[in-house]
């Protein structure tokens, strides 16, 4: 009797051979998506400045430069993984890249706000189709057993972006003209298109069944209206204001349709019946509210570092260095500990140590000593490595390879819908409290300019210069009413790590996966044969 047949691996000879090629390559092209997240920040006040330094924009449409990516990224991204899984991921990788770079030099040459709304938006809709591009090609690329290792390498790449966005954009500043932050990104295109023509193999589902426009439409009519009343709340600092509740009733109810569209139909976009997974659920639970309290704390860390402590972009973008080595440090090396004390504890500890840490911004004043705060950046990205590395592997191994685009489009959309809720609600915690803070302060000036220096501490400070002598009374009520608002909204975004805590400690298992042991007791027989 002949022993049955050894199964070999998965991925091809050449393909395994190179795979830690490929996965520089979408680390590259993954770099300048999520750098593109953070490196407006530092140019805010560059691009308000008058012309021809800056574009003269207001706070308004500042805010829209910044959302009009955002908001097109998590309204797409569900739609890209799924284009993605039918099409060829390496396909929809190299097309979102070419639509990225492009939209990042007419950025870079916009003539007027409006102009630079508009190309921010397009350069959303090109980075929609990188970011879960990338991790589904890495699935793809990687063998199970690696793949823990290479999630941990990719989420570490997360990291050094968050942190080489302000550094980058503050040297940058510092030697040329606001539009660089933008055109930077088109020799880095460059590169990883070359790179990738020449490395990255092509993939998708070999079963895709019939494309699925209905869903496809209802996911991004649903996500956007959501995603949009979410910002637009934030900005009016006002989620009672009809026109928002209205759109954020309406988005959900779209996506509630969708739920109940797909449940219905034979040939869904995605299988709801993933999320009856109590275990997948809980991931991407745990990724959104971590990127709720985390966005969030990065907003008003740079006004705590800029307007309070009076450091300058670069020193800023700097300073949140060890929130990224943090990451690049741990994240790799986080599938240790799930091995050995298993996805529970180590996802929990990590949330955790994220809510302490949110806590502690509570504690921060004007005169504490800064290395107090590079220890809570520290501890910070050492808890998210913690969180993004299991919640990730998790998430990818929960669903069939064939549906990587998918669960990987998934896991970032949630993520971005978590980061924009978190600036928005946080965001409007601390514009109100602000206000509530400074009100009494301002009685000196009209009634105009009393609500306008209201809105902010930079908006406080802004009309304290104009002012010159007199308004130098103004810049310590308004650096105590800020800190008094940071306190209160990082108490707020620690509440809601505790509560990812709490989901991650009841569902998530605690130990390594069935499957996971499926293939190790695989490999076993193999070796023994």
């Known amino acids: 009797m002949t022993s049955p047949a050894v199964p070999g691996p998965r991925i091809p000879e050449a393909v395994h051979r190179r795979r830690w090629a490929i996965l520089g390559v979408l680390m590259l092209s993954l770099l300048i998506v999520v750098l ?45 993984g799924l284009l993605g899984d039918r099409l060829g991921r390496k396909k929809v990788l190299l097309a979102g890249l070419a639509v990225f770079g492009i939209g990042s030099a007419l950025a870079a040459q916009s003539g007027s706000p409006e102009q630079l709304i508009a190309f921010r938006a397009l350069m959303g809709l090109g980075a929609a189709f990188v970011m879960p591009a990338t991790l589904a090609v890495l699935m793809n690329v990687f063998e199970r057993e690696e793949q823990p290792k290479a999630i941990g390498i990719w989420a570490g790449g997360v990291g050094l972006a968050i942190a080489i966005g302000p550094i980058t954009g503050g040297v940058l500043l510092d030697h040329f003209w606001w539009g660089s932050v933008f055109l930077i990104n088109v020799p880095i295109v460059i590169l990883a298109v070359a790179l990738m023509l020449w490395l990255v193999p092509d993939s998708r589902d070999p079963n895709p069944g019939r494309i699925d426009p209905v869903g496809v439409v209802l996911s991004v009519i649903g996500l956007v209206l959501l995603v949009y009343g979410i910002i637009k709340g934030g900005q009016l600092a006002d ?59 990065t907003f008003f860390s740079v006004f705590y570092t800029q307007s309070v402590r009076g450091y300058s972009p670069l020193q800023t ?58 220890v809570i950046f520290f501890l910070m990205g050492a ?28 896991s970032n959309t949630f993520r971005q819908v978590g980061g924009a809720l978190g600036i928005a609600v946080l965001g409007s915690v601390l514009s109100t409290a602000y206000r509530n803070g400074i009100e009494d302060k301002l009685g000196m000036l009209p009634a105009g300019a009393r609500h306008t220096a209201g809105e902010s501490i930079e908006a406080t400070l802004g009309v304290a ?59 076993l027989v193999a070796a023994e044969n």
């Not at 021809?52 to 990516?69: K, M, R």
């Not at 998790?394 to 990987?408: F, T």
Request: charged share 15%.
């Open 383 to 410: 808890g998210m490595a913690h969180i993004m590395t299991p919640t990730s592997v998790v998430i990818m191994q929960a669903l069939p390879r064939e549906k990587a685009g998918s669960a990987s489009a998934l």
């Open 36 to 80: 593109d997240n953070s490196i407006l920040n530092v140019a805010i006040k560059t691009i308000s400045t008058p012309a021809p330094v800056g574009l003269g924009t207001t706070q308004s449409e500042l805010e829209w430069a910044i959302n009009a990516y955002t908001l097109v990224f998590a309204g797409l991204l569900f739609t890209a």
């Open 239 to 297: 989620f009672t204001d009809a026109a928002v509740l209205a759109t954020i009733a309406a988005g959900l109810a779209v996506l509630v349709a969708f739920v109940v569209y797909e449940k219905r139909s034979d040939h869904p976009s995605v299988d709801v019946t993933y999320f009856k997974n109590k275990v997948f659920s809980a991931a991407i639970a745990a990724i959104a509210l971590v990127f709720f309290a985390l966005m969030g704390v």
């Open 465 to 523: 210069a104009k002012l010159g002598a007199q308004g130098k009374s103004l810049v310590t009520p308004a650096n105590d009413a800020f800190l008094h608002a940071m306190h209160v909204t990082a108490l707020c975004g620690a509440g809601v790590a505790l509560l990812g805590a709490v989901v991650v400690a009841l569902f998530l298992p605690g130990r390594a996966p069935a499957v996971q042991k499926e293939v190790e007791t695989e490999e």
């Open 317 to 374: 973008g700097l300073l949140m260095l060890p929130l990224a080595a943090a990451q690049l440090i741990f994240a790799p090396r986080a599938r240790l500990l799930v091995d050995r004390f298993g996805n529970k504890a180590t996802t929990t500890a990590g949330m955790l140590v994220i809510a302490a840490m949110l806590a502690a911004f509570a504690t921060l004043e004007a005169d504490t000593p800064i290395w107090i705060l590079e």
